[in-house]
């Protein structure tokens, strides 16, 4: 086999067919999928059918914490998970650009071959496209879920109430601020990793005790999931700012380059908004599981504009509005 | 709005906000989608559920007989239909280089709503990212489609049996040919347009007379089916060139430029293996369709060694070997 992608790989024919075999099929086997189909069958399973996607563009593509194939896993069993979604099948296609060393894309579909499996995920089908030189950034990836839910989830923007309060799962910022370090475009290093992981215990534990509506704060951080919320609520979101849970290096390097850290992707948090009774049982459920030490309540759904408010610990208030430019491409 | 996509465009604010609503939901618009929803329930459905996934990267985006958008519809209900279920969920992620007219994206969106509207297939989850400007082609697409499928259903490549015929639905490289004449690099104007188009008809016609095996011939064409057969049966595939249909433009300008039609792309064309004694029912249930008047018994499924052999009109043999190299980048 050739050492890096050509046009040829991406033809129909004997070198896409041996990729296939040597590498894909390879890191993804499981009884489900059939590379020499045209379709694959889907057990039989309970429960209402939840399906979603995602394109994946992160650069570069191996970071500290993770890599486009693993961030592609998370990213699908996330959106399912915070829908109250058991992640079952996932779909995946490869854009690949003419000159990607082969050696590169076999530990990335390693990398989503030991990612699914540790998230009970089945790769059940895939494509293969090769982008002439130039017309592509190594590698993107589109990935497709479906998941099963039990009837008895109820979940969704239209549950929550005045009163409510917002938790989140982890510090946020850390992929976002991973990613710009990883770039080295500001001469800046750290230890900093992503947070890409699987929410499925915290969205678990979450359905567990009632919880009335959850996002992963992914593209436009925990800042765009309060002004979804507000948009879609017509409610007030008034988020804590001395609550907030965020490592001292990413307000370091935030501050020190001019981002915002509460619009910077997280890629395995959760933001639940919960009934205030049952606040402190799911702030208590999430601190016990792996990871989740940091959780937090940050703040409160409140009556009057809807708007999203940062009370700062000066006891100040902060307009966090809609983003407008994008700080950071080829984020995830 | 502004006219051309920008960065902003899939950085999860306010334009992508925007841009979903007034581009994407409003094209697709159908019960299931939630463009507001991290992932979506899908209705109940009988049968077996089929899966399938595809990346479209077509140079040119607009071509004269559809589309990227349409493209992508095509193909995904066309490999969920050789497969022998009935398309009837779509997803869809977009990757859009910076700079595209948005008024484009609109067309192409515009086209991808129409045409699975008139296949029966439902978009019910998309995606959006934003490529800097240089490291896309403009627009690519992957999408995933799910099916069902009856349990009576029996089709796959190990119920070939020596003595089998081939039959084609249609022209054979009408799709690569066409593709080739619109990016204008030869100083060649045609006539002729992509096949893309919906094959469920055709495929429920052969699931009807009980075909053992049914594939599109997309990238690689079908001497691409035909090897594939042969790699997977271990049986020897003979084409017999005199009865193959084609198009005396594909011919024409095949010659002209070098290319063998026979491994360029169709995109709305079944090849299908049947007992001999049914092949003529489903030859005549084919021509009896819109669209399936060239439909043609094209060869046959014999002992012997392995390969794909072209018998040629005055009597002689050419081998059809596995594709190598690539003729034409970005066909689909």
Request: with cysteine; glycine share 12%.
């Amino acid at each position: 086999m050739s050492e890096r992608i050509t046009l040829a790989h991406g033809n129909g024919g004997r070198f896409m067919r041996e990729l296939v075999r040597d590498v894909f099929a390879r890191h993804f086997a499981n009884p489900a999928l059939d590379t020499a189909a045209d379709a694959v069958a889907l057990p039989a399973a309970d429960g209402t059918l939840v399906t979603t996607t995602d394109g994946f563009i992160v650069d570069p593509l191996e970071f500290p914490g993770g890599d486009i194939g693993s961030l592609a896993v998370h990213g699908i069993v996330n959106d399912l998970a915070v829908s109250g979604a058991t992640p079952r099948w996932l779909t995946l296609s490869f854009l690949i650009e003419e000159g990607l060393e082969i050696a590169r894309l076999d530990r990335i579909a390693a990398s989503i071959g030991t990612t699914a499996h540790a998230c009970g995920v089945a790769v059940v089908a895939g494509d293969t496209k090769v982008l002439p030189r130039g017309q592509g950034g190594g590698l993107y990836l589109a990935a497709t879920g479906i998941g099963t839910r039990g009837a008895d989830v109820m979940l969704g923007m239209t549950r929550i109430r005045p009163g409510d309060h917002l938790l989140v799962s982890g510090p946020v910022g850390d992929h976002g601020t991973a990613i710009l370090l990883a770039r080295n475009d500001f001469g800046l290093y750290g230890d900093l990793r992503s947070d890409s992981a699987s929410v499925l215990a915290f969205a678990r534990a979450a359905v567990g005790i009632g919880v009335r509506f959850m996002r992963d704060p992914t593209r436009g951080g925990l800042a765009t999931v309060a002004n979804e919320i507000s948009l879609e609520t017509r409610l007030r979101v008034v988020l804590d700012e001395a609550a907030l849970p965020l490592r001292e290096e990413v307000r370091g390097i935030c501050e020190m380059l001019g981002y915002d850290p509460l619009y910077l992707a997280c890629e395995g948090r959760v933001v639940a908004v919960v009934d205030p009774a049952r606040a402190a049982a799911l702030l208590a459920a999430w601190r016990g599981l792996p990871g989740g030490e940091h959780a937090a309540g940050i703040g409160t759904i409140e009556t009057g504009r809807p708007c999203v408010v940062l009370r700062t610990a000066l006891g100040g208030e902060r307009l966090l509005e809609e983003l407008e430019d994008d700080p950071l491409p080829r984020i995830c």
